[in-house]
């Protein structure tokens, strides 16, 4: 079973359309949660963190998090072409880990005008 | 910019040679940490260190892998004998506030 499992894409949305991306874990330790934007040839860019249960906004980006689920997702508003990424859901490790995140495998987002 | 830096950006190599990537982030950071992807795949933990103590190894880091971080600043990871396995982006991240990590470009990795 994989520890950090998103759901299985692709993903491809209309322009303007809200783009719902979701992530499970199976480490109930894990007290930290990133969404990583990441373009074809690139590395993983930080877009969104989350520490509580609940709703974080930033911009278009929406991060969710459900401790008591193991689910973390992530909602982008207004969906651009610019947003057509993978996007990677990353948990932190808990316990004598502490630091090492745990990747999930990744949903490839297509935004299409 | 996130603050890391790698070199190179790009190594071909032949199969049984040694390559050593570099990783400095612009300022002394308190971990640092590798990172190895391969195509299609989330990125997986090799080991961080904070300052200059190596402090966790993943299993996937073989004896033919090494790394370092003399003085705590940048780092070096080595590998000795490459296998055509070992072809992947190898990155490196730094941490930031609230346990945030950031990565370099990375370094691609092909072993022919």
């Known amino acids: 079973q994989k520890e950090v499992e998103q759901n299985s894409g692709p993903l491809s949305v209309p322009e303007g359309a809200i783009a719902s991306l979701n992530c499970t874990y199976s480490?109930?330790?894990?007290?930290?949660f990133f969404w990583y934007r990441q373009y074809s040839g690139k590395s993983p860019e930080l877009i969104m963190s989350?520490?509580?249960?609940g709703d974080k906004e930033d911009g278009r980006f929406t991060a969710q998090l459900n401790k008591a689920s193991q689910y973390v997702s992530l909602l982008i508003r207004d969906s651009q072409p610019s947003d057509s990424a993978t996007y990677l859901c990353?948990?932190?490790?808990?316990?004598?880990?502490?630091?090492?995140?745990?990747f999930g495998q990744g949903t490839i987002l297509t935004v299409h005008p | 910019d996130t603050g890391v830096s790698q070199d190179p950006r790009h190594k071909i190599t032949k199969r049984g040679q040694n390559v050593t990537f570099r990783c400095d982030p612009i300022?002394?950071?308190?971990?640092l940490y590798w990172y190895r992807q391969t195509l299609g795949q989330g990125p997986e933990f090799l080991t961080y260190?904070?300052?200059?103590?190596?402090?966790?190894k993943s299993r996937l880091l073989s004896d033919r892998f090494s790394a370092e971080r003399p003085k705590g600043s940048f780092s070096t990871l080595e590998i000795q004998r490459t296998e055509q396995g070992d072809s992947a982006m190898y990155l490196c991240?730094?941490?930031?506030?609230?346990?945030?990590?950031?990565f370099g470009p990375g370094t691609r990795l092909t072993v022919l």
């Open positions: 990353a948990v932190e490790a808990g316990g004598t880990s502490y630091g090492k995140l745990t």
């Open positions: 480490d109930r330790g894990s007290q930290s």
């Open positions: 989350i520490y509580s249960n």
């Open positions: 300022s002394e950071h308190n971990r």
């Open positions: 260190f904070q300052n200059e103590a190596q402090l966790e």
């Open positions: 991240a730094r941490s930031g506030g609230l346990n945030e990590q950031f």
